[in-house]
């Protein structure tokens, strides 16, 4: 059964200094894969997404992230964090031609200003 | 362009009720797909509905049940509400929920079982 780990459940961080989120994932086909990142007391909502080509994809705020394959990893980095990026961050995977999207427990991010 | 709606925000209800939560999907999506988030968790698959069928379903009990209408909003009904079925409850849309497709999710309804 595919599964998504992430490694850390807390992070704490100062602002401006840079971030690395572990996320991998159990599954030997071809993935799509995701981070989603919730704000207090908003919705879920996409920060970036890994489909096909080049490993290296950026995202929304800053972010991107890196599909290495023969590691099952997709890991969140930022180079330097801001107060308004305390969140909540989910990983996610979804087999090709799956219907389901599988996700990571999440990692609860503070950023102290 | 109206993202995904859900309803009610919040609930409570008594063990052993049942509940019918609603979504009507982003605007042009033909696609829901419901979640389970407790408290300290990421979303658990609950099942996605595709032209008013069920597609794929993930590890829940046939006390969750579904349907799709005709112009693609959904319900989630939940019976024999139990303690543990407390937790928020998301719907995502996306468009013919292939796995390429980016899901978007609702706010979600608060389900407290007391």
């Known amino acids: 059964a595919q599964s998504v780990s992430q490694h850390n459940h807390h992070v704490i961080l100062s602002e401006a200094a840079s971030l690395e989120l572990g996320c991998n994932y159990s599954y030997g086909g071809t993935v799509n894969l995701f981070w989603y990142v919730q704000y207090p007391g908003q919705h879920l909502q996409l920060l970036l997404k890994y489909f096909s080509g080049d490993p290296l994809v950026k995202g929304i705020k800053g972010f991107e992230a890196e599909f290495i394959k023969s590691k099952f990893s997709f890991n969140l980095r930022k180079p330097s964090v801001q107060w308004s990026d305390t969140a909540e961050y989910f990983c996610a995977v979804n087999s090709g031609g799956g219907f389901k999207t599988i996700f990571g427990a999440g990692t609860r991010l503070f950023v102290k200003a | 362009d109206a993202g995904v709606t859900q309803s009610p925000t919040h609930l409570i209800k008594t063990r052993g009720q049942q509940v019918t939560l609603r979504c009507s999907p982003k605007?042009?999506?033909?696609?829901v797909s419901w979640y389970q988030q407790a408290l300290g968790q990421g979303p658990q698959f609950i099942f996605q509905?595709?032209?008013?069928?069920?597609?794929q379903r993930g590890n829940f009990p046939d006390r969750f049940s579904g349907h799709q209408f005709p112009n693609y909003s959904s319900e989630l009904n939940v019976n024999a509400l139990l303690l543990g079925d407390s937790a928020l409850y998301l719907c995502?849309?996306?468009?013919?929920?292939?796995?390429?497709?980016?899901?978007?999710f609702g706010e979600g309804s608060w389900l407290t079982v007391v």
């Open positions: 509905y595709y032209e008013e069928e069920e597609r």
């Open positions: 995502a849309s996306s468009l013919r929920g292939g796995s390429g497709n980016t899901i978007y």
């Open positions: 605007s042009g999506h033909d696609t």
